[in-house]
């Protein structure tokens, strides 16, 4: 049984995911200029890797979200969708945090709640339908990189 795919909604959640990572980094400031200024530890990527990461998981996170939103109506979805957003909310939040007011501790912080609402999406998503986790799991571990890195350079800074 193949379920087909029903364009708006994907669209719509893609919009979602890739629109506010791109609003995100606008009120970011000149990321690439405060990111080459910062202390960075040894295992710190080039600055050009975030331009090619983000719009991946973002897409791949969509989609999860795509298939949730199909799936059938009820409470496990509803509080899925919800967590969702929460955590998504909250990412698009970093960035600013982090780049714009170099609140490095706080964005640490911030990154921290993202990480574990990210892993109940992840945990509800999977539970609704089970190809989210695939889809879900490269944010999570992109996520638990990023914990380390900014909590390397809020130590650094």
Same mark, same amino acid.
């Given at each position: 049984?193949?379920?087909?795919?029903?364009?708006?909604?994907? *669209?719509?959640?893609?919009?979602?995911?890739?629109?506010?990572?791109?609003?995100?980094?606008?009120?970011?400031?000149?990321?690439?200029?405060?990111?080459?200024?910062?202390?960075?530890?040894?295992?710190?990527?080039?600055?050009?890797?975030?331009?090619?990461?983000?719009?991946?998981?973002?897409?791949?996170?969509?989609?999860?979200?795509?298939?949730?939103?199909?799936?059938?109506?009820?409470?496990?979805?509803?509080?899925?969708?919800?967590?969702?957003?929460?955590?998504?909310?909250?990412?698009?939040?970093?960035?600013?945090?982090?780049?714009?007011?170099?609140?490095?501790?706080?964005?640490?912080?911030?990154?921290?709640? *993202?990480?574990?609402?990210?892993?109940?999406?992840t945990i509800?998503?999977?539970?609704?339908?089970?190809?989210?986790?695939?889809?879900?799991?490269?944010?999570?571990?992109?996520?638990?990189y990023a914990?380390?890195?900014?909590?390397? *350079?809020?130590?650094?800074?």
């Amino acid at each position: 049984m193949t379920a087909q795919i029903r364009a708006k909604p994907l *669209i719509a959640s893609i919009a979602l995911a890739m629109g506010g990572g791109f609003l995100s980094n606008r009120l970011s400031g000149d990321v690439k200029a405060a990111y080459q200024e910062l202390y960075l530890p040894w295992f710190a990527p080039p600055d050009w890797v975030f331009a090619v990461v983000w719009p991946v998981l973002y897409l791949m996170i969509a989609i999860a979200f795509y298939l949730v939103v199909e799936s059938p109506k009820g409470e496990a979805r509803t509080q899925a969708i919800t967590f969702y957003l929460v955590q998504l909310f909250l990412n698009f939040l970093w960035s600013p945090l982090f780049f714009r007011w170099g609140a490095y501790g706080w964005a640490f912080r911030l990154l921290c709640a *993202i990480f574990l609402l990210a892993l109940v999406t992840t945990i509800c998503f999977a539970l609704i339908d089970r190809r989210t986790l695939w889809l879900m799991l490269p944010y999570l571990v992109w996520l638990a990189y990023a914990m380390l890195l900014n909590k390397s *350079i809020a130590v650094l800074n």
